[in-house]
């Protein structure tokens, strides 16, 4: 898959769950060395997708169309492009496409994601009616994005 394609992919993760755009390249990061440091990288990555897992379920959670999480979300989306694009071994300036595609995808992503729970919502089917449901059907699809992203880097 090309820099930029993962780039696009882990944008799309992070329209669904922008801490999923740092983490999945933490994680590969932290995984290719040792010691005390990179261990608490992958607790701290783990933590906070962990948490906004939990906490996107809340029902005070705010809209993710609305600032400042959309423009969090499109910063996510470009910062996990361009930390994709490094660890790919590019350099920072080649890194510059994969970060705007991160981003652009990162605002397609959210306006997807808040199309399907919105659309669950009113759905015939019950099941896909319950908020917390069709969330967590999202988190594993962004879940899979970001896996898919990082793949093999």
Known sequence: MSVLLRSVVLGL???GRSTLAVAAPVL???????????AAARFAAGA?????LFGDK??????????PAF???????AVGGLAVSRLA?????????????GAAAAWAGSVAGASWRAAAGRSDVSFLRDDARAA???DAAALLLARASVAGL
């Open 89 to 101: 071994g590019r350099s920072w300036g080649a890194s510059l496409l994969p970060a705007a595609g």
């Open 48 to 52: 906070a997708v962990a948490a906004e």
């Open 71 to 77: 423009l969090g979300r499109l910063v996510a989306g």
């Open 58 to 67: 809340l029902p005070t959670a705010p809209s993710r169309l609305e600032s």
């Open 13 to 15: 993760a992070a329209g």
């Open 136 to 138: 967590v059907i999202e």
């Open 28 to 38: 590969v990061a932290a995984g290719r060395r040792q010691g005390a440091g990179p």
